[in-house]
């Protein structure tokens, strides 16, 4: 009989009739109360009480929101709209002239909208259409651009980049057709407004790119009324321009401005108007960020009388420099660096103590957080998080075990977006599980897996820490995943993407496999069964962006061979494995693959052999190979779906509980998780979704959640931030009323172990934490486990007519 790899979940179903399958989806934690994809922060008095309150944008689930200004701190969330998916921007004005302010939107699928604030106490109407010439729309200003006393919107978007604005017909809120100030082929990256030239009225700076080149410009309204001039170019000698902040910079009494320039020349600069009417001098170089610069304001930081510069540096800071009053600049300050991507900075006075303070929107971390000014002249206290995501950031990987020993499966989840491993413990064995507990803080983790590393019998996790360039193992304290203690091994050449624990020596317990970016895939040897790890050892070093690792028999010689994916050189490769932790050079299966993210290994077509399944994300498909002589020869790529877009990860289960091995797949730009059927013998259907509202699906599993019997479904949604699982609701197989026929005691065991059965046992077969095969009886109904460590093991129950089932029992030493 071969040995087959058995992941920790699967439950071993007999033949059923096959029945259509739906899933009910049970989201286990997302964003609800925080932000996802934070992308602006604004501050006004939004409720009347004379303090400033704080609004909020977050892209990813299309929200607005405010937050209620309590003595200097900030209350809850609270919604204004969740409908606008993409949104850029978020600004308050008085609109329609009643002596509140209302919000003004922009959204990059739904153009600009406004919130009319009904009663100046903060309680806004449904949305009202600003422009409708474009859908497209990215920064927003309020400016009076006609003369006529109220307020009109400027805006930048557009397929073409257009430069607009949008008059207020009334003064009341009536928006009227789009005027065009300019179209154009680069990016408008950011926007300014005031009195360029002296004259009165409102004029436009603009910073616009096309790929490394970049200009500075101005349009002049040359009529007072929203009329426009030409472009008129300042400077052409800046890369990736942005940051346009208008003010008095040396003091003259005219309108100077501020810029930053990105990517090549990565520099914060300033312009002088050099005669009040338009005319701009040379750039004054303020600063070489080397950390590349992007956006800022002009206003007073340290109550001195003159024009600061605060601005966002690399995504993952904000500083700024000081003023002498003439426009010479000091050294820069940071404020904070505890932020990433961050989208917007504003300023404002939000705890009324006459200096302005500082907010941010960072979309990397999902955090809308402010600075207090503390001592009014530029000096920061530390971050005060107003809002931040809610359970995790950006999963990646999902994976399920029972880490608590109760019986029922429990979630673990690496998310890199909020730099953290957790787990979810099922509550109560039907699929309601609590909110994440965090197992340790890493530098972006990717992968998370879960053994017993060492040795005491419950389940520890193995992760990584991407850009720290470190693996490790985290021990479980006290079985009851109460506490974890980090065991992090020393760094490696670069990012590794994997973790993968496996028995590789044959010694017994459990060692680690690694792979990832420019150094292939090595492993560390657990040298005493106990978690003390040996330096890294070498098993392929020709193939150096394995993004998959998986261990199975391929040439049905009982022991565990390795099969890998290299996603940038496309190559699927297998190892023999030759024992006590030695394995063969790389035997190449395909090079068809164009950057496979994912791999599997079962039985596709029921020829008692190990065949592959794989991704490949460029290349749209879902593939199989298939093991043609039990021995590691495969045949050649077999289409199962090549008409997804952006095939991320698979898996391989019964889903329909029919005796054979289906396909389930996670497609990232379709935001879908698609199942499909096997007819037995490796040829599959159309592919059945599973769901198409898992926005940037990461990973999927299966496994039973809620103890029915059935092979559930589990998702990660990256940029929706949520975690779910999918119920089966399709029958149960023909024999599964036979349920609980078998039962197995004492368990916990010290050694003999009795299993009760309606008819009589065929086969025990005995596995360990990882599915190797360790013990094989025959036609008994009592069996003697004594010989083997304490720890976690599977025992696969097989009676005379072929009925099988696995029971989880725990090996205890006297």
Known sequence: MKTKLLFLSTLFFSFSIHAQIDFDAHITVNDDGG????????????????????????????????????????GSQQIISNTRPGTVQVITIDIDGDGDQDIINSAREDGIVWYENTDGQ?????????????????????RDMDGDGDFDVVGNGG???????????????????????????????????????????????????????????????????????????????VS?????????????????????????????????????????????????DPIDPRGGQGTDIDNDGDIDYVYQAGFNQISFYKNDGSGNFGPMQQITDDVSSVRDIELSDLDNDGDLDVMSASSGDDKIAYYKNTNGQGSFGPQQIVVEINGVNAPYTVFSIDMDGDGDQDILSAAPGSDKIAWQKNLDGQGNFSEPITISQLDYPISINAADID?????????????????????????????????????????????????????????????????????????????????PQ?????????????????????????????????????????GGGNYGPEQIISTELLSSYSLVSKDIDNDGDADIVASSFEGSSVVWFENIDGQGTFGPLRVIDDNVSGAYEIYAEDLD???????????????????????????????????????GATCIFADDFNGDGKMDVLASSQRNDEIIWFENLGPLAIEENLANSFSIYPNPTTGLLNVKSNSPISEIIIYNSIGQLLITFKEKNQVDISGLSEGIYFVKIINESGRTETKKVVKKIN
């Open 657 to 695: 509980s029919d005796g054979d091995i289906d396909v389930l797949s996670a497609i990232y730009f379709d935001n879908t998780v698609y199942w499909y059927e096997n007819d037995g013998t490796g040829n599959f259907g159309e592919p059945q979704i599973i769901s198409s509202n898992v926005n």
């Open 455 to 535: 040795g005491d019998g419950d389940m520890d996790v193995v992760s990584e820490s991407h850009n720290d360039h470190i693996v490790g193992w985290f021990e479980n304290m006290d079985g009851l995943v109460t506490s974890f203690e980090a065991h992090l091994f020393p760094q490696l050449n670069d990012n590794p993407y994997i973790t993968y624990p496996l028995d590789v020596d044959d010694d017994g317990d459990i060692d680690i496999i690694s792979g990832g970016i420019n150094y292939g895939i090595f492993y560390y040897e657990n040298l005493n069964g106990q978690g003390n790890f040996g330096s």
């Open 122 to 142: 903060a309680n806004f109407a449904s949305p009202q259409l600003v422009n409708t010439a474009s859908t497209y729309a990215q920064e927003i200003l309020a």
């Open 35 to 74: 932000t996802n994809g934070a992308s602006s922060v604004f501050a006004a008095d939004l409720d009347g009480d004379e303090d400033m309150d704080m609004i909020s944008s977050s892209s990813n689930d299309g929200k607005i929101a405010w937050y209620e200004n309590i003595n200097g701190n900030f």
């Open 159 to 237: 397929e073409n980049s257009s430069l607009a604005w949008y008059e207020n017909m009334d003064g009341e809120g009536t928006f009227g057709t789009e005027h065009t100030v300019i179209l154009t082929e680069a990016r408008i990256s950011s926007i300014a407004v005031e009195d360029m030239d002296g004259d009165g009225d409102m004029d436009i700076l603009t910073t616009n790119y096309e790929s490394f080149e970049g200009d500075i410009s101005w349009y002049k309204n040359i009529d007072g009324q929203g009329s426009f001039g030409p472009q008129e170019i300042i400077t052409t000698d």
């Open 538 to 578: 070498v098993i392929n070093n020709n193939f150096k962006s394995v993004e998959s690792v998986k261990a199975v028999d391929l040439d049905g010689d009982g022991d565990m061979d390795l099969v890998a994916a290299d996603w940038i050189n496309d190559v699927l490769f297998w190892h023999e494995n030759n």
């Open 240 to 288: 990736q321009p942005s940051g346009a902040s208008i003010a008095d910079i040396d003091g003259d009494g005219d309108m100077d401005f501020f810029a930053t320039s990105s990517f090549l020349d990565q520099k914060i600069i300033w312009f002088e108007n050099v005669n009040g009417q338009g005319d701009f001098g040379t750039e004054h170089f303020i600063s070489y």
